[in-house]
């Protein structure tokens, strides 16, 4: 695939401030991102009221600023038909035409009480009866098997159930073993899953943080890279400059193997990811 393709098929992921004074600063960087024509912006959304309703200002902020297309993320779990129908309503009335819809996490407290779905694929399902192709639906894959699947069999299973009930398209967890890409694109071609796959991209600039979100999500940080990390201590510019590297080489690699486009989770920053492209030679 040549770069200037897959410039159409960058987008880069936020997720919704706590304040407005970081709203204000979240719509700066997006000034900056937006600047590199992504395709979309994709804005997370969690369980509960406080982080739906930040997620909805966070969304009517970027709206307002008439930048690029809006993306909201949509998670069923603990909700029900009707607030998801309301939901879907108000992002119509938007102008939305894309959505990114998982299970979500199980708000703390609801117990069993898991709502009217269960399963992504329950949601791809209800919003494809409910609005048919007025909205391009994005699903989760895992290269690396979801956290909570019992195997890699069990997990291309729930995906191409996911594809089956009404899918595009797809945006993975974020990996750094090329590997792990490459072999989930053969697994899903086996099971004739046809829809692009598009990589999730987690720029390195906080050791601490990243370790974190790898131990709860399931994503492998390769030996080599935690030992540079820790090397590098607290020196952050050292260990944002070994992430560019590292991220560049990455995003190269899946340039190679042809990957449909590159989705960066960018924890509300632009620098690393438009140095990553600058190198990359997409800006």
């Known amino acids: 695939m040549h770069s200037n393709q897959l410039t159409k098929n960058i987008s880069f992921e936020f997720f919704p401030p706590q304040t407005t004074e970081h709203l204000d600063k979240l719509l700066e960087t997006a000034q900056k991102l937006n600047s590199r024509s992504p395709a979309f912006f994709s804005v997370t959304y969690g369980a509960g009221g406080s982080t739906q309703e930040r997620s909805l200002n966070t969304i009517q902020g970027l709206l307002t600023a008439k930048l690029t297309e ?15 129908s309301e939901l879907l309503a108000h ?3 938007q102008g939305i035409r894309r959505l990114v819809a998982l299970r979500g996490d199980l708000p703390s407290g609801l117990g069993t009480n898991t709502g009217h779905f269960r399963h992504a694929q329950e949601l791809v ?29 069990v997990d291309l299973k729930h995906f191409k159930e996911k594809v089956t009930a009404g899918a595009d398209s797809a945006i993975t967890q974020y990996f750094y073993n090329v590997e792990a890409y490459e072999q989930f ?7 004739n899953i046809n ?36 090397d590098y201590g ?10 560019i590297e590292v991220i560049t080489k990455l995003c190269e690699k899946l340039v190679t193997l042809g990957a449909p486009g590159l989705h960066f989770y960018t924890l509300n920053k632009a620098d690393s990811s438009l140095a990553v492209l600058a190198n990359l030679n997409l800006i």
Not at 70 to 84: D, Y
Not at 185 to 191: E, P, T, V, Y
């Open 234 to 243: 607290d020196n952050l510019d050292a260990i944002k400059d070994f992430g």
């Open 185 to 191: 694109l053969n697994n899903c071609l086996k099971l």
């Open 91 to 93: 992002y119509k009335s």
């Open 70 to 84: 809006v993306a909201p993320h949509i998670s069923c779990i603990g909700s029900t038909k009707e607030k998801i």
């Open 125 to 153: 399902a209800f919003i494809r009866e409910n609005s048919q192709d007025h909205f391009h639906i994005e699903v989760a894959a895992y290269p690396e098997c979801h956290p909570e699947a019992s195997s890699m069999q």
């Open 195 to 230: 829809i692009p796959i598009i990589p999730g991209i987690m720029p390195i600039t906080n050791y601490t943080q990243l370790a974190r979100f790898s131990d709860n999500c399931g994503a492998e940080i390769p030996r080599w890279i935690r030992k540079h990390l820790e």
